[in-house]
């Protein structure tokens, strides 16, 4: 057997728990990769997995990912992820989230959970039954913090775009600037609409058609067919819906200026920075500009852990500093010569301790 500490994707992990409880079912890896900055945060994913060595690879990258996105975000939180293992039937039982609930107690606050894919705001209030560590819950009144993370996501990247078209194009306002946006669901559709308030013209799509089309149609843009999307000329390309679309393909089709969208994970490979800047294109990096969602969870949870509600001001003012951190990236990558990937990585590592 391959010695676990030799896979690739382990960095060092503090903790990688596994749990099986068997009276529920419940198969579950909680991977806590950093608690240097604070107590580590990131949301479970519940997924069928036909391999289970994938679920591991999935909470070790994960969790790392969350290290970096809580650090460049200013929060006083390390990085974790929580994978549930469900079966082909993806069953769900409140058994199995009370046992994962237990599960995270168990760790006495050193991972957060929150949701993730497969997991509703529904399900997080079932393990906030057995446990505190847990954010993403309804919010409690009008202006305070959680909910939804999405529209946050939204105004992240959409501060995000305004500075890197300062940055790029030398214009301080987005009117008249074309933005194509990839996907229109909640980022995505978020961004469009805040964008049209600045006077942006907007090209949408999303696999929904319907959906880009409506959108369009709200806010005067254009739609196309999803396969149009990165090839469309343009000032700003804006992915909002899948990772791994910065390939050898994707980026040889780009006609744009500017790469900054929520998407996770957008470059395929490391390499694909270099090939960004390669042809002259600036990129924000995801986990830097689309860090909104994160700070509303956190605020929330570092609120109620001091007895408070906390309110969207607090969750505004953080994502605000989303611009300047770019900035520094840019900044950095233009003194070094590195792409803005590798600098934003370095300067994550540096603030967890690992530079
Ligand atoms: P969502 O499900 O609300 O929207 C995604 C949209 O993308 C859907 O309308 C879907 O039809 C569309 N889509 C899927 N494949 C597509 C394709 N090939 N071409 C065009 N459109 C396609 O999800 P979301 O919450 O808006 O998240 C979007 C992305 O942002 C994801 O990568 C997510 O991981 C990331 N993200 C989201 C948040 C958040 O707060 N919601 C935070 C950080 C990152």
Not at 55 to 69: E, F, H, I, N, T
Not at 72 to 80: E, K, Q, V, Y
Not at 321 to 341: C, F, M, N, V, Y
């Given at each position: 057997m391959t010695a676990f500490w030799a896979e690739p994707d382990f960095d060092a992990h503090e903790t990688v728990t596994l749990v099986h409880d068997r009276a529920s079912g419940l198969t579950a890896i909680i991977a806590v990769h950093?608690?240097?900055?604070g107590p580590s945060a990131g949301g479970t994913r519940f997924w069928h997995y036909g391999d289970p060595a994938h679920a591991m690879r999935d909470a070790l990258r994960l969790s790392r990912g969350m290290s970096y996105k809580n650090a460049m975000a200013g929060l006083p939180m390390g990085g974790g992820k929580a994978v549930i293992l469900a079966d082909a039937n993806r069953t769900k039982t409140p058994e199995m989230l009370a046992a994962f609930g237990d599960a995270v107690e168990a760790l006495g606050g050193r991972y957060v959970t929150a949701e993730d894919v497969g997991i509703s705001e529904a399900d997080m209030v079932a393990v906030s039954q057995r446990t505190a560590?847990?954010?993403?819950?309804?919010?409690?009144?009008?202006?305070?913090?959680?909910?939804?993370?999405g529209p946050f996501t939204a105004y992240g990247i959409y501060l995000g775009i305004r500075q890197a078209v300062a940055h790029q194009?030398?214009?301080?306002?987005?009117?008249g600037v074309h933005v194509a946006v990839q996907g229109t669901g909640s980022v995505g559709g978020g961004v469009a609409r805040l964008l049209a308030r600045d006077g942006a013209k907007l090209t949408l799509a999303d696999i929904n058609e319907a959906r880009a089309a409506a959108l369009a149609t709200e806010l005067g843009g254009v739609a196309v067919a999803s396969d149009a999307i990165m090839s469309t000329p343009c000032d700003v390309f804006s992915p909002?819906?899948?990772?791994?679309?910065?390939d050898d393909t994707g980026i040889a089709a780009l006609d744009c200026a500017i790469v900054a969208g929520g998407?996770?994970?957008?470059?395929?490979?490391?390499a694909h920075g270099t090939a960004l800047a390669a042809r002259g294109i600036l990129y924000a990096p995801d986990y830097v500009i689309n860090a909104g969602g994160i700070i509303s969870v956190a605020t929330e949870y570092l609120a109620r852990r001091e007895g408070r509600i906390g309110d969207v001001a607090e969750v505004n003012a953080l994502v605000e500093q989303i611009p300047g951190r770019l900035e520094s990236i840019w900044a950095t990558s233009k003194a070094t010569g590195e792409t803005a990937d590798v600098v934003a990585d370095r300067m994550a590592q540096k603030l967890i301790g690992r530079g």
């Amino acid at each position: 057997m391959t010695a676990f500490w030799a896979e690739p994707d382990f960095d060092a992990h503090e903790t990688v728990t596994l749990v099986h409880d068997r009276a529920s079912g419940l198969t579950a890896i909680i991977a806590v990769h950093s608690t240097h900055l604070g107590p580590s945060a990131g949301g479970t994913r519940f997924w069928h997995y036909g391999d289970p060595a994938h679920a591991m690879r999935d909470a070790l990258r994960l969790s790392r990912g969350m290290s970096y996105k809580n650090a460049m975000a200013g929060l006083p939180m390390g990085g974790g992820k929580a994978v549930i293992l469900a079966d082909a039937n993806r069953t769900k039982t409140p058994e199995m989230l009370a046992a994962f609930g237990d599960a995270v107690e168990a760790l006495g606050g050193r991972y957060v959970t929150a949701e993730d894919v497969g997991i509703s705001e529904a399900d997080m209030v079932a393990v906030s039954q057995r446990t505190a560590h847990v954010s993403g819950l309804p919010v409690e009144g009008a202006g305070s913090a959680g909910g939804d993370p999405g529209p946050f996501t939204a105004y992240g990247i959409y501060l995000g775009i305004r500075q890197a078209v300062a940055h790029q194009l030398g214009r301080d306002s987005l009117a008249g600037v074309h933005v194509a946006v990839q996907g229109t669901g909640s980022v995505g559709g978020g961004v469009a609409r805040l964008l049209a308030r600045d006077g942006a013209k907007l090209t949408l799509a999303d696999i929904n058609e319907a959906r880009a089309a409506a959108l369009a149609t709200e806010l005067g843009g254009v739609a196309v067919a999803s396969d149009a999307i990165m090839s469309t000329p343009c000032d700003v390309f804006s992915p909002n819906a899948l990772g791994a679309i910065l390939d050898d393909t994707g980026i040889a089709a780009l006609d744009c200026a500017i790469v900054a969208g929520g998407a996770n994970n957008q470059l395929a490979r490391p390499a694909h920075g270099t090939a960004l800047a390669a042809r002259g294109i600036l990129y924000a990096p995801d986990y830097v500009i689309n860090a909104g969602g994160i700070i509303s969870v956190a605020t929330e949870y570092l609120a109620r852990r001091e007895g408070r509600i906390g309110d969207v001001a607090e969750v505004n003012a953080l994502v605000e500093q989303i611009p300047g951190r770019l900035e520094s990236i840019w900044a950095t990558s233009k003194a070094t010569g590195e792409t803005a990937d590798v600098v934003a990585d370095r300067m994550a590592q540096k603030l967890i301790g690992r530079g």
